[in-house]
C-alpha cells in the first residue's frame, strides 16, 4: 500500500498495517510521539489497534523539550 | 511588498504567543519589530538570571514576571504594537478564550507536556488557527538542520533532534534562530509567499 507519511509518500509491501507495526518498520522510537493519522490523534494505546490503509495521511512528530 | 504595505497588513493583525522564554520572547520581538498590530502574550514564570543566556530580558528585570517584562521591553522597542499580557499558567481550558482573537499562535513552550497540551487544544478546539512549533534547538552550531515542517495547520520549526539537557543546554544563537524562524513563518501566513524572493 501507498500511504503518505510526514508529507512523503511511503510504500508498504502490506495491504493494511496498524500504527504500532509502522513505527517498528520505520524505527520511530523517540521517548515522545505524537501521531495523527488523517488529522485525527492517536493515542499510545490505540496504536496496535488502528489500522493504516491505502491512501491514508499518517503523520509521526517527536517532541522535544526546549524553548 | 514595500516595507510601508507590510506594515500597512500586518497593523490589523495579532498573533499569540503562548509562553515568554526563549523562544517567546525573541519571536514577539521580532514581530514587533516587524510591526505586527497586537501580540497576546501569556506565560506565569518570573526573570532568573540563567534566562539571559538566550531570553529577550535585561539583567535590571531579573524577578520580575516574564509576561510584565516583554510587555515593557516590546513598548520600548515599537509602541505602535498593543500587547495584552497574561500572568497565568497556560492549560486546555484558557488557551481558547486567552488566544480566541489571535490570527496565528506561537507554541513557545518548554516542556514536551505542554507542547502536546496546546497541539491538541489548537487542533480540537480551534481547528481554524496556525499554531507555529519550536522543536529541538539545543547546543550550538549546525545550522544546517534547522527547517520548517508543514502539516495542513500545524509548522514545526527546529532541527528536530537536539532536546534540552543538561549536557546540551539551550543557547542564545540556535534559540533565537528558531524564535526568528517562527516570526518568519507568522509572517508568511498572514502576509502570503514572498514572490519577490528567490527561495
Known amino acids: ?67 | 511588498m514595500k516595507y510601508e504595505d507590510i506594515k500597512k497588513s500586518l497593523k490589523n493583525k495579532t498573533v499569540g504567543i503562548a509562553g515568554c522564554g526563549g523562544l517567546g520572547s525573541n519571536c514577539a520581538v521580532a514581530l514587533a519589530r516587524t510591526g505586527i498590530g497586537k501580540l497576546i502574550i501569556a506565560d506565569f514564570d518570573i526573570i532568573e538570571e540563567s534566562n539571559l543566556n538566550r531570553q529577550y530580558y535585561f539583567y535590571d528585570q531579573i524577578g520580575q514576571p516574564k509576561a510584565t517584562a516583554l510587555k515593557t521591553n516590546i513598548e520600548r522597542i515599537n509602541p505602535e504594537t498593543i500587547v495584552e499580557s497574561h500572568l497565568i499558567m497556560l492549560d486546555a481550558n484558557n488557551i481558547p478564550s486567552v488566544f480566541k482573537d489571535c490570527d496565528v499562535i506561537v507554541e513557545a513552550f518548554d516542556k514536551t507536556e505542554t507542547k502536546e497540551m496546546i497541539m491538541k487544544v489548537v487542533s480540537h478546539k480551534m481547528p481554524e488557527k496556525y499554531l507555529i512549533m519550536g522543536i529541538g534547538m539545543a547546543g550550538w552550531g549546525a545550522n544546517n538542520l534547522f527547517t520548517d515542517k508543514h502539516f495542513d495547520k500545524l509548522i514545526i520549526c527546529g532541527d528536530g533532534v537536539n532536546e534540552i539537557r543538561d549536557d546540551n543546554p539551550p543557547l542564545a544563537p540556535r534559540v533565537g534562530i528558531v524564535a526568528n524562524m517562527q516570526a518568519n513563518v507568522v509572517l508568511e501566513i498572514l502576509l502570503g509567499k514572498n514572490n519577490n524572493q528567490i527561495s
Open chain 1, 1 to 67: 500500500m501507498k500511504i503518505i507519511l510526514n508529507n512523503r509518500e511511503e510504500v508498504f509491501e502490506s495491504d493494511a498495517l496498524t500504527v504500532d507495526e509502522i513505527m517498528k518498520i520505520k524505527r520511530f522510537t523517540f521517548s515522545k510521539i505524537i501521531v495523527k493519522l488523517n488529522n485525527t490523534f492517536i493515542e499510545k494505546e490505540d496504536y496496535d489497534k488502528t489500522s493504516v490503509k491505502e491512501g491514508d495521511n499518517l503523520v509521526v512528530l517527536h517532541l522535544l523539550a526546549g524553548g
